[in-house]
């Protein structure tokens, strides 16, 4: 997977080439703010592709393993690993692919 930006005078292109398989059925976009973690919780059977968009986000996984991801960015969160997100910059934007479909009964809470 390889982060491209391109920017001249007409403005600016950005994006992520998926070098592995993937099949989208659901995109949505979160603009955390605040200090407030998002998210603790894990899925059984979805995966999700996670690019920061804009800004910065502190990570967290299985509520140890801490990091932070800025614009060009990519996470693959797999079923089984709790996943917790916080905005780290006033201006963060993440987009998530998921590979299936929302399932209420697919997602645990913490």
Request: glycine fraction near 8%.
């Amino acid at each position: 997977m390889d982060f491209f930006d391109h920017v001249d005078g007409r403005g600016r292109i950005f994006g992520f080439d998926l070098s592995e398989k993937f099949s989208t059925k659901r995109v949505f976009f979160v603009e955390p703010k605040g200090l407030e973690w998002r998210g603790r919780h894990f899925h059984v059977k979805t995966t999700q592709l996670i690019f920061v968009i804009r800004g910065s986000v502190e990570v967290e996984i299985n509520r140890k393993d801490r990091f932070t991801m800025r614009v060009g960015s990519r996470h693959t969160q797999v079923p089984g690993n709790s996943f917790a997100f916080r905005a780290s910059s006033d201006d963060a934007l993440i987009a998530v692919l998921a590979d299936r479909e929302y399932d209420a009964e697919d997602c645990y809470v913490e």
